[in-house]
Every structure is written in C-alpha cells, then in structure tokens.
C-alpha cells in the first residue's frame, strides 16, 4: 500500500478553464479525467495503449529547460493526470464547435471527407491541430508524420491526407485538380466532359488564423517562474511523487528502492493497464534539470535521461546539419530508428531513458546503442558510475546491471571517424508505429587507409531475450578483408551464433534468423560501396558493388500518396435542390470532427450508474470446478457478481440457432468465454474486482486450429455442396491439372470504437432500454427479451451511431448488451460497459479464417474447364453465421471465372476459438481469394501471363453462373478495359520487366483481378425493410428507418433519397436514431442491402405522403412545403406514414441448386503494383487503378470512400493482419501494439479510383448499387503484385511455377518465399519435433 501522507493540490488548465484537483490519482489518466470528470466526451478511447490516436490531445506547457513554451500532441490514455501539473490541456472541443465556429482542422477533414465513423476523427483533428500550432505551414512529410500514431479503420486515409494537404507548403501534386506543370497524373488520360473529379472544393475553406487559438495561460508562465516543490498526489493504492531536484530524487530512490521511476509512462502505463501491475510509489522526475540536458562534449553529445525522443531527434538532426557527414553516423543511425519508433504522440512523451531502462529485447535504440558503445551514467545517493551499454549491461529479459536505489542521469552518444561506418535497421510488419521482429546496429571500424575490419560490433534485438552482441561472429571477422569471403564467413557463422528455438517467443523463427543474416548482407553492401566511394577519393582502388545490388544498400523510402478519383457527374438540368448523385458530406462529419457527435459511451451517467466488467476463461477447453470471489467482493465499489443462476429468462442465446450461453455454466469452450459479470461504482473497480476472481478448471483437450478440426473431423451441420458440370469429364478433358491449397487468416474488425451497451431499467412492466453499439436493434431486443424472460415488446433497443461496424457489431455485440441487461435487471440500476481492446478482440470474433483445398483441370491455353474445390472455415465454438457465410464464400468460388465442370464442398469446423462472425465480404473474399490462387497456378503453369489467362475465363454477358443465375448488366468488361487502359498496365510490365533485370535484391510485381459480388443477404426473409416518417407541422421531416449508421453513411444517402421524394432540401429532413420502437423487426445493418432496402421503404412511406399532400398542393400550387403540410393538418390528414419493402424473386434452394441467391451483382477491377524488399521481405504499394461499378451513385463521395476504405481494409486482410494464438488457443494480438491494420503508411503511393460511367442498375433505387462490401476484395490486387514480384525473385535462383502463399502475404512470407542462400542457412525445424510459440488457426 502506499505510505500515508498529505497530498498536494494539482493545478492544471484544460481548454482554457482552470481546474485544480484536490484529490488527484496518481492511477487515474487524462483520457477517464476528460471523459468521467469533466464531460469532455469528444476526446475518445480506442485502445488504451498509445496504439491508435484516438485520444490525441495537445498539452501545453513551459519547458524551463528550453525556456519556451513548447506544444505537444499527447495520448491521453496514457498520460496520468498527475504528469500535468501546470500544463494547459486542448481538447478537440476546444477548438471550434458546429455551435460556435469551426476550426479549420476540423472544417477541412469533414468537408474533404475523411469522416466516415469519426470515431478517429477527434483525434486526427488534434494530431493536425498540434502541428499547426507549432508549424502554420508545415510539408507534406511533416504532416504524414504526424500521422504516424493515428488509425482510421474506415476511410483508408486518402481524403484525410487530401483535406489536410490543402494545410502544406509544398503540396505537390494537384490530383489534377490544377495545371501545374510535372503533375504527376499528367500522363494519363484526358477525361471526358461530363466526368468529374471534384470531391469538394477547397475555395470554401475557412483560412488557419492563429489568433483564435488560445493562448498559453498566463497565470502558469507565472507559476513556473516560482520556486519550484516537491509534491505528492495519493490515490486508492499509489502515491506519485514529483521530486524538485536531483538531490531529492536520490533520497527517495534510496528511500523507496522499488519505487518506479515514470517520465512518458509509454511503458509503465502499458505494464499497469495489460500486466496487472501495481507500482505503489512512483516517481516522477521528469522536471529534473540534470535529466533534461543536452551537452556536447569532445567524444559526442550528452543526453539527459528524461529526454524526449522528439527533442533528441530535433538536436541530432541539429547536429547533422553542423558536423561533417563522418562524425554523425551513429546520429544517422539514431534518426533511421527514430523514424520508425511509435507515433508523434509517443515520442513526444517517451524519454530515451525509460528505453534503456525497460531492457526489452525488442527496443528500437538498445542495439544502436551497443553497438556504439554509448556510456550511461547512473547516480545514487552513494555517488556516481559510467558504464558501458554492451553484452554485460542486460542481464536478462527486460533486467539490467542498473542497481535499485541507482537511477539513470543521461546517456552519451557518441560522434565516428574517418574510417568508420555505422547503419541500423528495423524490420517490423507495419512500417509506422510497429514494434521489431529483427532489429539492429551495426559499427565497423577498418584500419586506417585499407578495408581490413579492425573493430566490429553487431547488435541484435529480437535474436534472444535481451539485447545481443554477435561477439563469435565478429571475433572471426576482425583482421579479414571486407569482401566476398568475409561475407560466406559472417553468414555462417551469424546462422549459428543468432540462432533460435523453433518454439522461441514471438515465432516467426526461420524468418528472425534469416533476417539476421539478410541485414548483415545490407550492411556488408552498404560498407563496400561507401568504403569504395572514400577510399577512391583517396586515390585507394576499392572495388565498388554490383550495380543490380545497388538497391539492397538504400534505405526503406516511400514517396508522398497522390490520388484521382473520377466519377460520372449529375445530368445536366437536375435541379440545385435534388442533391441525388452529388458528394454531398456525411452529414455527421462536422460534429464528428468537433466531437460533438455522440457515440454509446459519450451518453452521459446517470446518477446512480453501475459499471460492469466481464469474466472470462482463461482456457480454451474446460470444465468449470470453481468459482471463487471473495476477494472479488472485498475490493471497493463492488455491487454485484453475476453467473447463469442469476438470468431470469434463457441462458441459452445465439442469432441464428440457440447454441451459446450467456453465461458459461459448467464448462467452457474458448478463451474468453464470458463466465460471470461484476458490477461496481466506477469502471476501475469493476475491472479490478473482476481480475480477482478465481476460477478453477478440468482442461479438456482444445481444438484449435482447421487441421486439428479435420483431424477430428469436428464440423457443424451441414455440409454444404455446390455443383454444375461434370467433374470427371472435366478433368478428363483438360490437358493439365494442378492441385493445391491455400490458407487465409482471419481478420479483426479493429473498428475504432469498441462494443458498447448502456442498460437502463425502467421500473414498470419489466421494460428496459438499451443504448447499444449494434448494427442489429432487433436481434439486441430479442436476445435480451428472451434472457430477461420477457416479452420483446417491453425492450427498446436505441442507436444512435456506431464508430464502425464492419459486421461485427452485426451480432456479437449481443453477447454484451444481453449481459449488460441482466445486470440491469438484478440491481435495478443503469450498467454500462464498453469493452476494453483487448477484451474486445479477445471475445468477439473476427473474419473466418479459411483453408482452400483446389484440385484444377485447363487447357494449355490457359481455359480452365475443371475445378473442385473443399472450403474449410474455422467457425470457433458456436455457429453464429458461419453457415451463411460458407454459402456465400461457395457462392464466389469461381470468382468472374466461367468453370464448365466445378464443384464446391464447405465444411465449417468446430474449434475452441471465439465464435467467428460477419466481416465486410461475409465468406465472398476468402472464397474469390482461393480462386485467384488457382488461376495464378494455371497462368505460372502454361507460362502465359496471368491477365490473358484471366481475360480468356472471363465470364460473358448472358453466362450463368454454377447457382444457375443468369448475369444480367454484366460490366466486367467494360472495367477490365477501362482498368488496362488507364492503369497502363502493358507499359508498367514492360517497365517492371526491366526493373527487375536491373535489380537482384528489389523486384516489383503486377497485378489486375477482376471482383463480382452477389447483392442480397443469403437468408431470403431478411430482405425485407421499414420505414416511418413523420412530418410536423412546421414542415420539418423526422425520417426514421431500419438500418444503421455506422460511418457508412447511410443516413446521409437516405436523407437524399427522402430529400428528392419529397421534393424538400436536406436542411428539412432529421434522423435521429434508429430504434426498436419505431421501426419494428428490422434485418441487421449488413450484405451492402441497406441502402437499397432502407430506400426502398422510404421511397415508399414518401410516396403515400405526398399523394395525401397532392390535393393541397393542387388547391394551393404556387404554395410551399409548409402552407401544403399545415393545410393537410387542419384537414385532418395523417402526415406520418410507414414504409416496407421487399427485395422480388429471391431464393435459392442448396438441395435442387435452383433459385436466386441474388438481387444482383456488383463489379469492379483493380490493378496494382508493389515493389518488394526481397532481403527483409517489406513491400511497398506503388499504385493501384480501381474500376468500380456502383450503378449511377447516390453520392460520389460516399461511394470512393466506401470504394477506398473497403479497399485498405482488404490491403490489411491480404498483407498485413494477423492474429497469433497460442497452441493452445490464447490469442496474443489484443491491441493495436500487436495488431496491425493498414496506417497512413499503407496506402498506394498513386491511387486512381473510377466509378464506372453509364452503368444504371434497373435493380435498385434511382439506378444505384451496393458497395459496401464489393470493393474490398480488390485489395487481392496487391497481394498477387506481391506474389509475381516473389516469382522474379524465385526465378534469380531458378525457381520457375506455382508455389504457395498463403494470406497474409505478410513480410516473413514474402522472405520466406524469396528463396535464396540465406533462406537455406537458416531452414525451418522439422513440424513435430517441437511446439511452436504460436498456430497457423
Ligand atoms: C504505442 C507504443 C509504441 C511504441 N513503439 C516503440 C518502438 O517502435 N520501439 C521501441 O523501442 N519502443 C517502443 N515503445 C516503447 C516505449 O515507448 C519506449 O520504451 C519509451 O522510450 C519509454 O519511455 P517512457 O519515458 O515512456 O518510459 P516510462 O514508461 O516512463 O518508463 C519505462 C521504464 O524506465 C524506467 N526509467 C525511466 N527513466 C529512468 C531513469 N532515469 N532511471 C532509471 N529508470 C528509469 C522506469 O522506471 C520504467 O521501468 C512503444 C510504446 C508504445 C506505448
Ligand atoms: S486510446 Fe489512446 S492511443 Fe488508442
Ligand atoms: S472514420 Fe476513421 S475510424 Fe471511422
């Protein structure tokens, strides 16, 4: 327990106002003070680790040290409230308001766009405010680092970067929008008169004026200036205490020797929140003089230990513009990992010290730092010590030499000579904001005037469980010559000195040694050429390399996202107030970017409020012995814990067949299985209280993975078959066959805002009322219903927007809300619970991963005329909507291929992982990906080129499909065509082809892949819809239907459509929420139907209103809206009218393969090219040209963001995201410090969206079509570039044909592939012979 003292008062200001904290908790964060205390809900959690930027805010403060007032953007879920003393605090609302007046951060990223959910919004805003603030006219590079700690899951960040550009000095390419000579679009084709590429017009903006900003308080510039004393802030458990001066740290480091020394809290607050750790006293030296320094000395520069990662990359960078290149390569060094180390936010907080200190074998600076022989000095009371960062300083994982009562005072980085070369290199799946697999520093020193190695030090990180030295390695080296043999020798001794356990944590074991090697190799690369270009100087003949290696030595660049996107513009003489077809903005985005917007969790408490906290198994497969809280009980706050015996109604719940619990009673069948619930006053003492509970277990063996699933065959009812032809005639025919497989991993939804439930009870009749982040009200209703034993009719499930969905809110977000419900109903009292990341990613499910067994019949011309195919999903421990998704990946097989002879099989395995559920494609994208696996076979086996094999099995107009529909308005051809055309593709092969002669250790790689997909849900009785409208007497229209908005912008789209119905402008038309109550038994928000059902329903509830209206519009025809609606009134005529709709003709029966499946089928191509590092296996996304078919668009706008955003998700399913379980079925990705979606980083250097012109589609409203879930598939587009970049590599060491990849075509795949001699110094164990650290599930 912490001591008892009295406590100080916290002073700090945040927009503005003044607050002053009498009891400050030291274990309380800025983010739960904004949100809890003060009401300032803009400001939003999204993962609560320093991962997604979600929680950017700017803090100000005077630094005595620089003696300026310095302003910052900081993550608020990590910093403690109490590290803000006399610091000013801005929040998003701070800056403008939709009441008052908008920033411009705030105006431009709406008006350009680039909010969809706008749960990310708020803190892009305050990313972009930050920089500004410091920099009114920063540069495109300064802006996308800005970025580098923010996520958005829905835009895919092109409209982001495109609102803010308009902020940079050098904005560079126009996107045509201008004439500016050496655009970089110049090339391509003109674009016809009645096209447009305007998305939103700049001209509108508002100005930056600085003058609005606040000002740095001035009563704080005045504290500062005073004398400065120590302070204590005392919580619950901690007592923080802030030292005024070196002298007093050392006593209480002596006082207190385990005492936690805090500066960023980047990675205490990490062990705090996720390690359930608890550091009773810390300190907080972050003021201390001595700590802040920054000297020079004759041997380098001296940084305080507290320094700021940002403040040592701005002196460095001082410095490198000061000293002669030779002196400041370990500088460079420093600056090439500080590039890549976390986000602006985190490296404006982290310090260098708490770095070192934390000793993870993964750091980023350890190895540069070793391997520069950088000397630490500590202190304690009893006095001073320099030592060395080398091999005796970590003395194991996350340990060093460092004494308890010692702290760390600075850190001395040291200048090079003449003679010496120094590079470091990090590998990370992501390149922004990733932690290492391999990461490194690595010095020589030659003899003076030759190239014999007399000094060399090779640090690793990721090779061991600290920081290494190769000392074996470069032992050998020392006295040898810089050459081709030196190069064999190091490599093998390196495969053997940086070796690994196959089961070493962190897996990925042939890949981290191979990596060792490999960044060797760049390293040996880089010394040759950079020694040759000195020594030549020098008048020393020194061999240079290879001019094809030249590529292998320059550093990971990537240039600044330029884009197009063109759409068909609205007729001429469509009036100026049917705003159908225009890029109308969601009309969310500017209260989502001032953080006006109100997500479940901004709903404000109630008074007597209860938080709940989830129990779940730790255990993927077991028997439940017991259950144990008392402990639990004793922790402050508690209220309740609740089990299956506390469920009134059913505890049996699921959305398609009751086949989960609630509440697991006896046994438990995944890792996460919700067991209980405590309740409690605030969320920290329900999650505390929750974390106390014992549970005892029988384990039982798991299921884990598809293969364990087969093995057993473990598979849920039914087996679905799909087939036409004949198969064995097929095969018969084709000249070859080819049989194979591929795997495809899963995928969390990462939506930005987590699952959220607000249960409020309403006293009478059993009715409640729910607040829920669901895209399903219905299903919330009547799964709470049946739990609570109560007719749905005494449910109200209300939503008011989802900060993203992507179908999995579709009907996991069940499991909360039923949970949150009953906690309701036993105390009476209002319980909410937004789940944490982790907790969230851990329960909830993902996208199936999918295991395709292919055995394909062609002809030598490429024609494919046989395929068989086995799906296996793994479906997790309950069946969810595994069954419809199976269908519909069945349903995409054959992707826009015509197969004669195919047949599909479908087995969903029933494993012991979370129950797996919708995600955006729904089955299409696993099924369409195996295809494109087998037509990559065909084209690599007749040795054609995979377009001409592509185009040559294309479907054609009129052709049917293996579910014997028709394809009606097939566009296809017309976006293959356009596609090749404008993407140049036969000049970029040409160009790529000659590109990688030139280039062994860098190749680029090709790609165009075509995308159908089938629009309705597969279940026939969902498509139906509803809607209710009403219209008020002053002429206002309170529209209201059955879908839901969750950045989709659906709302948007409906206003429009009710917009032209009517006749009236938007300004006219609210909805403000959906809910069970208005519109009754609604499908989930899902398939991309909703805007065609939804408005369908509203065209129809419109329509019966205006022909009620129609007799006062006559009798009064130069009238308006508002004299027709009131005349209607005072005749008595319902001006509130509903709205259904049913999709015709639709049904499929498995059995008899007869019937529609489908409405109809949206369509697209894309083509894409990458450049891969065939060294480290990183890959850059060069360009992507997207040809999308989206019938004659409501809203341009919406549509490219829908287009672009589905894409960028589909670039992170196929090359980045991956979930890592345990054998034994624990997940480890449970954030984003793991998880990587797609960043800024990530999108396509050049990307050109086109939505097909003079598609109309008979089939839906005013000619449009679906695209929610169409595009993302696209994305394949870059994984197969990627796959014909690795066969240019393979064939360097002549491998020719198929060979596999599996998705994520992730860096360690992509190396793994691109055979070569380091691959073979360092193969992978043999399967069996040990147990790997993680499953391939
Ligand atoms: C989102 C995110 C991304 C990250 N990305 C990277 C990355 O790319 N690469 C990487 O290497 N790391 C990364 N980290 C880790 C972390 O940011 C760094 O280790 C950071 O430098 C820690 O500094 P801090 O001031 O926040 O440390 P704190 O959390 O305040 O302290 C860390 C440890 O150091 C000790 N300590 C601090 N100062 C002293 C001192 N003067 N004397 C003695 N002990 C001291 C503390 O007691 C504590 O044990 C990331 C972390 C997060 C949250
Ligand atoms: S909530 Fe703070 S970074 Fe994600
Ligand atoms: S708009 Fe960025 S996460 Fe939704």
Not at 21 to 43: F, I, Q, S, V, W
Not at 967 to 973: G, R, V
Not at 1238 to 1257: C, E, Q
Request: glycine share 8%.
């Amino acid at each position: 327990m912490a001591p008892d003292v009295d406590c100080d008062e916290l002073l700090f200001f945040v927009n503005g106002t003044k607050i002053v904290e009498k009891n400050a908790d030291p274990e309380m964060t800025l983010l739960t003070y904004l949100r809890r205390k003060l009401g300032l809900t803009g400001t939003k959690l999204g993962c609560a680790e320093g991962g997604c930027g979600a929680c950017t805010v700017m803090v100000s403060t005077f630094h005595p040290h620089m003696n300026k007032i310095v302003h910052y953007s900081v993550n608020a879920c990590l910093a403690p409230i109490c590290s803000l003393h006399h610091c000013a605090v801005t929040t998003v609302e701070g800056i403008g308001s939709v009441t008052t007046k908008l920033h411009p951060v705030q105006e431009r990223i709406a008006k350009a766009h680039g909010s969809q959910c706008g749960f990310c919004t708020p803190g892009i805003v305050m990313s972009m405010y930050s920089l500004l603030r410091n920099n009114p006219k920063p540069t495109m590079q300064e802006i996308e680092e800005a970025f580098q700690g923010n996520l958005c899951r829905c835009t895919g960040y092109r409209p982001i970067l495109e609102g803010y550009k308009t902020f940079a000095k050098d904005a560079g390419c126009c996107g045509r929008r201008g004439n500016e000579a050496g655009c970089c679009m110049s090339n391509d084709q003109e674009i016809d008169g009645d096209l447009s590429m305007k998305l939103f017009d700049p001209s509108e903006f508002t100005p930056l004026d600085q003058t609005q900003d606040f000002i740095f308080p001035p009563e704080l510039l005045l504290l500062d200036k005073g004398a400065c004393k120590q302070l204590r802030f005392k919580g619950e458990r901690v007592l923080w205490i802030q030292p005024s001066n070196l002298t007093e740290l050392l006593d209480l480091k002596s006082q207190h020797p385990t005492a936690k020394l805090v500066v960023g809290n980047t990675e205490v607050g990490i062990e705090i929140k996720f390690k359930n750790m608890l550091y009773p006293v810390i300190l907080a030296p972050g003021y201390i003089s001595e700590l802040n320094t920054v000297q020079y000395t004759e041997g380098g520069i001296i940084f305080g230990a507290a320094c700021s990662l940002t403040l040592i990359r701005e002196e460095l960078r001082k410095a490198m513009s000061e000293l002669p290149p030779h002196q400041t390569q370990v500088f460079q060094a420093v600056l090439e990992q500080l590039q890549w180390f976390a986000g602006q936010q985190i490296r404006n907080v982290a310090a260098v010290g708490g770095n070192i200190m934390t000793a993870s074998p993964i750091s980023d600076l350890n190895p540069v730092f070793m391997a520069a022989g950088c000397l630490l000095t500590l202190l304690s009371k009893g006095g001073k010590r320099v030592v060395k960062i080398d091999d005796k300083f970590f003395t194991g994982y996350r340990k060093t030499a460092i004494k308890p009562e010692e702290i760390l005072l600075s850190i001395e980085i040291p200048y090079t000579r003449k003679g010496q070369y120094f590079s470091a290199y990090k590998q990370a799946p992501r390149r922004e904001d990733d932690i290492a697999i391999v990461t490194c520093g690595m010095n020589i020193v030659f003899k003076e005037g030759t190239t014999i190695v007399e000094e060399l030090h090779l640090s690793y990180g990721g090779m061991a469980a600290t920081t290494v030295l190769a000392q074996n390695t470069s032992k050998q080296l020392i006295g040898r010559e810089w050459d081709e043999a030196l190069l064999q020798k190091a490599c093998s001794s390196l495969a053997k000195e940086m070796d690994l356990d196959p089961s070493a944590p962190g897996g990925l074991v042939p890949y981290r040694r191979t990596l060792a090697l490999s960044l060797f190799f760049k390293f040996y690369l880089t010394v040759k050429r950079k020694v040759a270009q000195d020594l030549n100087v020098q008048g020393i003949h020194a061999e240079d390399i290879r001019d094809d290696y030249a590529s292998a030595t320059e550093l990971f660049h990537k240039d600044f996202p330029s884009s197009v996107q063109l759409f068909q513009d609205i007729p001429k003489g469509q009036l100026k107030q049917d705003v159908v077809g225009r890029p109308l903005m969601h009309l969310s985005a500017l209260k989502q970017a001032t953080g006006e917007a109100v997500y479940c969790d901004d709903i404000p408490r109630y008074e007597n409020e209860l938080y709940l906290a989830l129990v779940t198994s730790t255990k993927a497969h077991a028997e439940i012995l017991s259950i144990d809280i008392k402990e639990t009980m004793a922790v402050p706050g508690v209220v309740s814990f609740l089990s299956a015996e506390n469920i009134p109604g059913s505890n049996m719940t699921g959305p398609a067949v009751y086949d989960e619990t609630v509440f697991a009673e006896d046994k438990v069948t995944c890792v996460g299985h919700i067991i209980g619930a405590i309740v409690a006053d605030t969320k920290a003492h329900a999650q505390r209280a929750a974390r106390a509970v014992k549970i005892s277990y029988k384990e039982l063996k798991p299921i884990i993975t598809i293969q364990e699933a087969i093995e057993s065959q473990s598979f849920y009812e039914p087996i679905r078959k799909l087939e036409r032809g004949n198969l064995r005639q097929g095969f018969k025919e084709s000249d070859h066959i080819i049989e194979g497989e591929m795997h495809i991993g899963g995928q969390e939804h990462f939506y930005m805002e987590t699952h959220c439930s607000l249960a409020v009870p309403k006293r009478e009749d059993g009715e409640m009322e729910l607040f829920v982040s669901t895209q399903s009200a219905s299903k919330t209703q009547q799964l709470v219903a049946k739990a609570l034993g109560v007719p749905s009719n005494r449910i109200v499930c209300r939503v008011k927007r989802m900060g993203g969905g992507f179908g999995g809110k579709e009907t996991r977000s069940t499991l909360l809300s039923t949970v949150v419900a009953i906690a309701a109903h036993k105390t009476g009292r209002p319980v909410r619970c937004m789940l944490d990341r982790d907790e969230d990613m851990l329960i909830t499910g993902g996208r199936h991963p999918f295991l395709g067994r292919y055995k394909v019949g062609f002809m030598k011309t490429g024609r494919v005329v046989a395929l068989e195919l086995t799906l296996y999903s793994n479906a997790g421990n309950s069946m969810d909507l595994s069954l419809s998704i199976m269908e519909r990946a069945l349903f995409h097989m054959e992707n826009c291929y015509n197969i004669p002879h195919i047949g599909g099989t479908g087995y969903m395995c029933k494993t012991n992982l979370p129950c797996n559920t919708a995600f955006r494609g729904f089955g299409g994208p696993q099924g369409m990906m195996v295809a494109e696996c087998w037509m990559t076979d065909v084209a690599m086996k007749c040795c054609l080129p995979a377009d001409q094999v592509r185009k040559l099995n294309i479907y054609k107009e009129g052709d049917v499909t293996p579910f014997n529909q028709k394809l009606e308005q097939f566009t296809i051809a017309q976006c293959w065509e356009e596609c090749l055309l404008t993407s140049q593709y036969h000049q970029r092969r040409k160009d790529i082809e000659e590109f990688n002669r030139q280039n062994r250790w860098t190749k680029r790689g090709i790609s165009i892949i075509p995308t159908k997909f089938g629009i309705s849900f597969t279940a026939k009785f969902l498509n139906q819809a509803g809607a209710l409208v009403h219209v008020y007497t002053d002429g206002s229209v309170l529209l209201t239907h059955g879908g839901t908005e969750m950045g989709q912008g659906l709302h948007t789209k409906m206003i429009q459509v009710a917009s032209r119905v009517l006749g009236i402008p938007i300004c006219k038309i609210l909805i403000s929420e959906t809910s069970t109550n208005t519109v009754p038994n609604t499908s989930p928000t899902a398939a991309s139907v909703s805007s065609d059902l939804n408005a369908m329903a509203i065209y129809n509830a419109c329509e019966k209103l205006l022909k009620r209206l129609e007799p006062y519009q006559s009798s009064n025809p130069k009238g308006c809206w508002e004299d027709w609606v009131k005349a209607a009134y005072f005749d008595r005529v319902s001006l509130s009218a509903t709205g259904f709709y049913k999709t015709p003709d639709l049904g499929y029966d498995f059995e008899k393969n007869e019937g529609r499946p489908f409405h109809y089928f949206s369509y697209g191509v894309a083509c894409s090219e990458v450049e891969i590092d065939c060294l480290t296996g990183d890959h850059k996304n060069l360009c992507t040209t997207i040809v999308m078919d989206v019938g004659i668009s409501l809203n341009p706008a919406i549509d490219i963001g829908q287009v672009e955003g589905a894409f960028m998700q589909g670039v992170g399913l196929f090359t980045l995201e991956e979930l890592r379980y345990s054998p034994e079925g624990v997940l480890y990705t449970r954030g984003p410090g793991m998880y990587k979606i797609p960043g800024f980083g990530d999108i396509p250097t050049k990307l050109r969206v086109s939505l097909l012109r003079d598609a109309p589609n008979a089939k839906a409203i005013y000619s449009s079509k679906a695209v929610g879930e169409p595009p993302l598939f696209l994305a394949a587009s870059v994984f197969y570039a990627i796959k014909d970049a690795i066969a240019a590599a393979r064939a360097e060491s002549g491998l020719t044909g198929p060979f596999p990849l599996d998705s994520p075509a992730s860096p360690d795949r992509v190396r793994n592939a691109c055979v070569d001699d380091f691959t073979s110094l360092c193969p992978p164990a043999k399967p069996g012979t040990f147990t790997p650290w993680a499953v391939e599930v």
